[in-house]
Structure formats: C-alpha cells, structure tokens
C-alpha cells in the first residue's frame, strides 16, 4: 500500500519540490495552497505521477485543517508542514510590529502546525514522521526578524517537546536554509536572490528524514548530508 502524506503550503517552493519527489516514488498526497490557479497547476503535474488530492485552503482555518486530515484517510505515513508567512514586508522591528499582524503570524506558523498534527495522530502509525519546516531566524537574533523568528521558535519547542512526548515517532524541526523562494524574496523586497540554492537542493534531506532512521529533533540541511 501507497504511503500517505500531508504536504502544506504544496504549490511552489519546497512544497512543490517534495511533493515531486514523493509523487516520483508513489507516495499518495495531499497538498494544499492559498491560491488556486498554482495549486490546480501543480496537482495536475503531479497526477501524472501518483493519486493527488489538492485542497485550497489557509491552515489558520479548522475547517481546512479538518479537511486535509480527512482527505488523507485512515493512515497518514508523513505530515510535512510547510506553510508559512512572513509577516509584513520589509519586515518591521520589534518596537514597531503591530500586535494584531503577529497574531496572524503566530496563528499560521506555530499554531495551525500543532492543530495539524493533533488532527493528524490518531491516523499516525508507529514510525511515522512529523516535519515541521523552520528557519535559523528561530535561534539566531536578526534585526527586524522577530516576528517570524518568535513563530518559528515557537514551532520548534512545540516540536522539541512531541517528540519526547511521542518517542514512537520520527518529529523533526528542519532548517534547509537560505532559499530562492517567494517568501525569501518577500524578506528582501528589491534585492537579486538569485545566488539562493534552489528548494530541490534541500528535498535529499527532506527525504532522508521522512524514509531514514534519524531521532527526533533538529536538523539543517547540511547536518543531514554531513550523515547521510
């Protein structure tokens, strides 16, 4: 039988890029993605490879949430929670960050993640595993980042915690690192991120964490190759 995963945030980027990667080996997935036309785009190219469901939808929304989990059916192998958002851009010092934008920031980065996976254990096997994706703006303090920083290190102590509360299965924070994505660029509005790795570059770790035998924890992509 098909492994199954849930990819969120799946039709561009580092979404995009697992989920062809998972497609390629037949995995069954469920993906999601705000927009529609992207989302509706990427399904398609992935059909051709394996069974594709493709729900539009924010994760800051229960019903979506209740959605995905449900689409994905008795047994889920993997949960990859890939969406995010940056906040707003440029990004604001911490003396000048409206509350309420942050909120939403908290909601989708940290919080939509946890209510994900409380969703998704009950169909969670032994050996299944749990990616939340991070960032190094979780444990490093860079000007005008702490907004993001705070959902992101939030996100990785809800993970540090599961997995010592969940020791039957694989919870992973990954950090793949600077990236040429459209939430990098937004970072830097104005600036050539052109000399960025691609996502792909990150997707070999990626699948080390959701087929290999690594423990819990944290892991950047280079750690993941230094090992491999």
Request: proline residues 7%; negative net charge.
């Amino acid at each position: 039988m098909a492994s199954t995963a849930i990819i969120t945030g799946a039709s561009r980027g580092l979404g995009l890029a697992l989920a062809r990667a998972l497609a390629a080996r037949q995995w069954r997935l469920v993906i999601d993605a705000r927009g529609a036309d992207a989302l509706e785009a990427a399904r398609r190219e992935l059909a051709a490879h394996a069974d594709v469901t493709a729900l539009v939808g924010d994760v800051a929304d229960e019903r979506h949430r209740r959605a995905l989990v449900t689409a994905a059916g008795e047994r889920i192998d993997a949960l990859v929670n890939n969406a995010s958002i940056l906040g707003p851009s440029p990004q604001p010092t911490l003396d000048a960050y409206p509350l309420d934008v942050l909120e939403d920031v908290l909601k989708v980065n940290a919080l939509a993640p946890l209510r994900l996976i409380q969703l998704a254990l009950p169909a969670m096997p032994d050996g299944a595993r749990i990616v939340n994706v991070t960032s190094d703006a979780a444990v490093e303090a860079y000007e005008g980042w702490g907004g993001y920083g705070a959902s992101k290190a939030a996100l990785e102590q809800l993970t540090n915690v599961l997995g010592a509360e969940r020791p039957n299965l694989g919870v992973y924070a990954f950090d793949p690192g600077d990236m040429n994505t459209a939430l990098h660029q937004a970072a830097f509005p104005g600036e050539d991120i052109s000399d960025r790795p691609p996502p792909e570059d990150s997707v070999p770790a990626l699948l080390s964490l959701l087929t290999g035998d690594l423990p819990s924890g944290r892991y950047g992509d280079a750690d993941i190759k230094v090992g491999a």
